[in-house]
């Protein structure tokens, strides 16, 4: 049994992804045995809430994960999350080489924190974020996830990675997301890993190549180590770099880095928008875009080109390219934000046409295209548009039971 806790846990998508895994390969592999989850911008927790309702209050934290002593974190064997996208720098290194100080509210310091922290290290890790931390920041770019890496590298962690578009393996959103496993030292798949065939792995012998299968050659691809303390990374990679050296695929191992720029090679069977839909009947009207509401609609998602005045007065151009509308019901969806909810017209809001004419998406729908069960976030005191957000918020949960499935050959 694999012990895992689940950190940003939101409403769930990583656990409900490992049980699905769980179903597949027909063993209580993965056992989630702690969760956290905390919303720092609004007083009533409504993820926590829809996760304590679905899996029960015991093992559930629901307060910064900043404010949670390292001693009431049970030992685990695996850590999974997807934490949020921020500005990764080191502020500054303490005197022992134990620490790092990482800027107050940046939540992948509290990841880091766990790892150093803990004397029987979890063996695998699983993260999730948006794919602009492979080249983050602009004026540095690269430096946010070299960060990352160098110190899961110091941790004794190998780390895979791979830059997913959902809708690439038959998920029904195109959402795009870099998902990294980490190997530590003391598991089996790390000892797995050979430093001079780190191409290999990342082509066709990984984890992720073999769960979301790629053509057999790079586009293009390049190695190098990654070199310095934390600190030296932070304050100097990717200065005078126009383009980041992480390339959307890749492998790090004892400071030795392969990267390659990967393409999907997936021919089964996509998921549209149109396999999604509920019954036009079970739509409430509210969902229904009006006559009179239809030509704001129409200009949001249009193009333009036209002068604008900021708050201060100062005018300038503005211009931006046109979107389908509505939706392409015979396509995946594009990525579900988390202002999807509520009535007022929106440019990145989905419409799409029914028999009944044209309308937003329900809840149940926007659950679907992230591949929850419907309903997950139905609870008491949750508005559609709360429940929107959340889903805005969420990952593909089709992703992560993949690679648990794939991970189950190697932790079982």
Known sequence: MIKTIELFAGVGG????????????????????WSNQWEPSTKTQHASLIYEQIWG???????SIEDVEI?????????????????????????????????????WWSIHKILSEKKNKPKYLILE????????????R????AVMLKGLDELGYAVEWRVINASDYGFPQRRRRIFFIGYHKTSKTYKKIKSDELDNWVLSEGIMAKGFPIS????????????????????????????????????????????????????GKKTIIKDILVDDKIVPKEYYISEEELDK???????????????????????????????????????IITGEGGQSPSRFKHVVHTDKGLRRLVPVELERLNMFNDNHTKIEGVSDTKRAFLMGNSLVVGIVEKI?????????
């Not at 990583?14 to 045995?33: M, S, T």
């Not at 708050?311 to 211009?319: D, Q």
């Not at 046109?322 to 594009?334: A, Q, T, V």
């Open 14 to 33: 990583f656990r409900v992804g490992l049980e699905r895994a769980n179903k597949i390969i027909n063993k209580d592999l993965y056992d989630v045995i």
């Open 57 to 63: 209050k015991e093992g559930h934290s629901n307060i």
């Open 71 to 107: 001693k009431d974190i049970p030992d685990h064997d695996m850590l999974v999350g997807g934490f949020p996208c921020q500005d990764y720098s080191v502020a500054t290194t303490l005197k022992n080489s134990k620490g790092l100080l990482g800027k107050k509210g940046v939540l």
């Open 129 to 140: 974020n948006v794919d602009r931390l492979l080249k983050s920041p602009s004026s540095q």
């Open 142 to 145: 690269g430096r946010d996830f």
């Open 216 to 267: 057999a050659n790079a586009i293009s691809e390049s190695y190098f180590d990654i070199k310095g303390d934390l600190k030296d990374i932070s304050d100097n990679f990717g200065v005078g770099q126009k383009i980041s050296p992480f390339l959307n695929s890749g492998l790090l191992i004892n400071g030795h880095i392969y990267t390659a720029k990967t393409v999907q090679n997936f021919d």
């Open 297 to 335: 609609w129409k200009y949001l998602k249009g193009a333009k080109k036209e002068i604008r005045k900021s708050s201060s007065g100062f005018e300038y151009n503005y211009a931006e390219g046109s979107m389908i509308f509505p939706d392409s019901i015979h396509e995946p969806s594009r990525t």
């Open 404 to 412: 648990a499935e794939i991970l189950s050959a190697e932790v079982s």
